[in-house]
């Protein structure tokens, strides 16, 4: 496929892209912000690298002078305990147990699945549910398992992995531009 074929495609993806959930999903971020909450971000593979991604754009990038800091925390950046998780417990387990360490009721926890279907991806959501956090999905195609999990979840219309990864961080910039915005209004910049 030539880039041009992929960039055509790609534009199609994005243009059918429901963007009133990636603006539900920065509303709820904002109120978690607000409330004084943290902001918890995996996945696996790409969907890992956009955690860490997003989180750092989160957490240095949203920075005001005489604003507090938003919490973000990407469970995909400590290798040594999730390959310990890995070991000792199961790979399904190495998002869930770090929630169990760490998620408190009123959390954002953002998943971020390509297919929707990755047992610890899912297993992550379901901890985060039974805390009482706010669960929020990024995936592909019909959502997978993590769909019924989330409460706002964005589908991107694709069975295209890497459209589907393109659309995850359009929509993680997207996000990040805004919270950025608001604060930087906030206080009056």
Same mark, same amino acid.
């Given at each position: 496929?030539?880039?041009?074929? /992929?960039?055509?495609?790609?534009?199609?993806?994005? !243009? +059918?892209?429901?963007?009133?959930?990636? !603006? +539900?999903?920065?509303?709820?971020?904002?109120?978690? /912000?607000?409330?004084?909450?943290?902001?918890?971000? #995996?996945?696996?593979?790409?969907?890992?690298?956009?955690? @860490?991604?997003?989180? *750092? !754009?989160?957490?240095? $990038?949203?920075?005001?002078? $005489?604003?507090?800091?938003?919490?973000?925390?990407?469970?995909?950046?400590?290798?040594?305990?999730?390959?310990?998780?890995?070991?000792?417990?199961? /790979?399904?387990? =190495?998002?869930?147990?770090?929630?169990?360490?760490?998620?408190?009721?009123?959390?954002?926890?953002? %998943?971020?699945?390509? @297919?929707?279907? @990755?047992?610890?991806?899912?297993?992550?959501?379901?901890?985060?549910?039974?805390?009482? %956090?706010?669960? =929020?999905?990024?995936?592909?195609?019909? $959502?997978?398992?993590?769909?019924?999990?989330? !409460?706002? *979840?964005?589908?991107?219309?694709?069975?295209?992995?890497?459209?589907?990864?393109?659309?995850?961080? #359009?929509?993680?910039?997207? =996000?990040?531009?805004?919270?950025?915005? +608001?604060?930087?209004?906030?206080?009056?910049?």
């Amino acid at each position: 496929m030539a880039s041009r074929e /992929y960039l055509a495609d790609l534009r199609a993806v994005l !243009d +059918r892209l429901d963007t009133a959930v990636v !603006d +539900r999903i920065t509303e709820a971020i904002w109120e978690g /912000y607000e409330q004084g909450r943290t902001l918890f971000v #995996f996945g696996n593979g790409g969907s890992a690298a956009l955690a @860490s991604h997003f989180v *750092c !754009d989160i957490g240095k $990038g949203t920075l005001a002078p $005489g604003r507090k800091r938003l919490r973000a925390i990407s469970l995909t950046d400590n290798v040594p305990l999730m390959t310990a998780w890995a070991n000792d417990a199961t /790979y399904g387990e =190495i998002f869930a147990e770090q929630l169990l360490d760490l998620v408190q009721k009123g959390d954002l926890v953002l %998943a971020i699945s390509g @297919s929707g279907n @990755s047992e610890n991806v899912v297993r992550g959501l379901q901890v985060a549910r039974e805390a009482g %956090a706010k669960t =929020i999905a990024l995936t592909g195609s019909s $959502g997978g398992r993590v769909k019924a999990l989330a !409460d706002i *979840c964005l589908l991107v219309p694709s069975d295209n992995m890497q459209h589907i990864e393109d659309a995850h961080l #359009f929509s993680a910039h997207a =996000i990040f531009n805004a919270i950025r915005q +608001r604060m930087m209004q906030a206080n009056g910049e």
